[in-house]
């Protein structure tokens, strides 16, 4: 069984920081790509940011230069360090990942989602 588990949501205020995690664990062979999405109130969830196993990333051009995703592959972790956030990146955030499991089969897997609120 797999889990991700993710942390560091919090209200903030406009212009501030934040940095979420997502820590993966269970029966893990490889993780493959890993992903941040969001889903705001009344609004469909979108793909927030994406990173490879290589650490190739890609971003929706609402966070470019204000979010940056990375991960640490000898903890099986992903982050997501939130600068200059504004209140309309106020969501429920998920990470997802790609993982391969020991007996062999991969999927994708999702998180509990952690609320961001960035407001005054």
């Known amino acids: 069984q797999v889990q991700l588990v993710e942390s560091g949501g919090d209200l903030v205020q406009p212009g501030g920081s934040l940095r979420l995690s997502c820590a993966a664990s269970g029966n893990i062979f490889r993780i493959n790509a890993m992903g941040w999405h969001r889903q705001a109130p009344g609004k469909q969830r979108e793909l927030v940011a994406i990173?490879?196993?290589?650490?190739?990333?890609n971003y929706a051009d609402s966070v470019k230069g204000r979010f940056t995703i990375s991960r640490d592959n000898s903890k099986n972790t992903l982050y997501l360090q939130m600068s200059s956030l504004k209140a309309e990146d106020t969501a429920v955030y998920y990470c997802?990942?790609?993982?391969?499991?020991?007996?062999?089969?991969?999927?994708?897997?999702w998180g509990q989602g952690t609320q961001v609120t960035v407001s005054s």
């Open positions: 997802n990942a790609l993982i391969q499991t020991m007996a062999q089969s991969v999927r994708g897997y």
């Open positions: 990173i490879s196993s290589g650490g190739t990333t």
